[in-house]
């Protein structure tokens, strides 16, 4: 499996934020800002299946640009898992940005699949199983991508809990949310990061949605680097 690592930041950073093509044909995440890179750097007319983990805006403003893309090069059967409610949220934003000519479109060619927690799904080749994240109080997601008995791991936005310890369980490669500094109920800190990096040994760790701060705070506590653009083949 392919991962393409678009960007590894959080919205306070002049780079992207934090989003992800799967072997060319999954986009997982489309942060407030990414559609320029994603539109300039990679094929979207290739990508068939999208990944939202939850509605703020670094992991789903940009969304109806890509559908745009994929409305003009005719792309069918279209997937898009996400949490409840997604089509009315894309609709609400196709009105207010003046784009309601997408709905046909989206209504003839994309099918939603409603994230729920410990539930499995097979999309094209892929077998993704959805995991409910404590990020505040959003109905927030983090995955398992499978394919071709290769797992890998996504956290989504997520604070310490029991959820993550099942994906860190099952997974060889782990993207982690590593955006704070210190522990709190939104996401988690580059030192929780380390912790679970020693108690899982055989476990890669990937941090990502990263502010300055705890960039360098996962630097300072020997912590994997990631970079935009990064690519890994699992
Ligand atoms: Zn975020």
């Not at 009315?88 to 699949?113: D, M, P």
């Not at 360098?216 to 994997?224: I, R």
Request: hydrophobic share 35%; aromatic share 12%.
């Amino acid at each position: 499996m392919k991962v393409t690592l678009v960007s590894n930041m959080c919205t306070w950073t002049k780079e992207l934020s934090t989003s992800y093509i799967i072997n060319d044909n999954m986009l997982l995440d489309v942060p407030q800002g990414s559609f320029k890179t994603l539109y300039c750097d990679y094929d979207l007319k290739k990508i068939k299946y999208i990944l939202i983990t939850h509605f703020h805006s670094d992991h789903f403003a940009d969304l109806h640009l890509v559908i745009e893309i994929l409305k003009n090069n005719n792309i069918k059967n279209v997937v898009i898992l996400a949490p409840k409610g997604c089509k009315e949220r894309l609709y609400n934003i196709f009105k207010t940005f003046e784009v309601s000519y997408l709905i046909n479109y989206v209504e003839e060619n994309v099918t939603f699949l409603e994230c729920e927690n410990g539930k499995s799904y097979k999309i094209g080749d892929y077998k993704i199983k959805a995991y409910k994240m404590v990020h505040a109080s959003l109905d927030a997601y983090g995955f398992i991508i499978e394919q071709n008995c290769v797992k890998v791991g996504f956290s989504g936005d997520s604070c310490m809990c029991n959820s993550l310890h099942k994906i860190i369980k099952h997974c060889g490669n782990i993207f982690i949310d590593s955006a704070s500094t210190s522990e709190n109920l939104k996401h988690l800190s580059a030192g929780e990061v380390k912790a679970l990096a020693e108690e899982y040994k055989d476990v890669n760790f990937y941090p990502v949605h990263l502010s300055y701060n705890s960039q360098k705070l996962a630097d300072e506590l020997g912590l994997n680097k990631t970079h935009p653009k990064q690519e890994f083949v699992f």
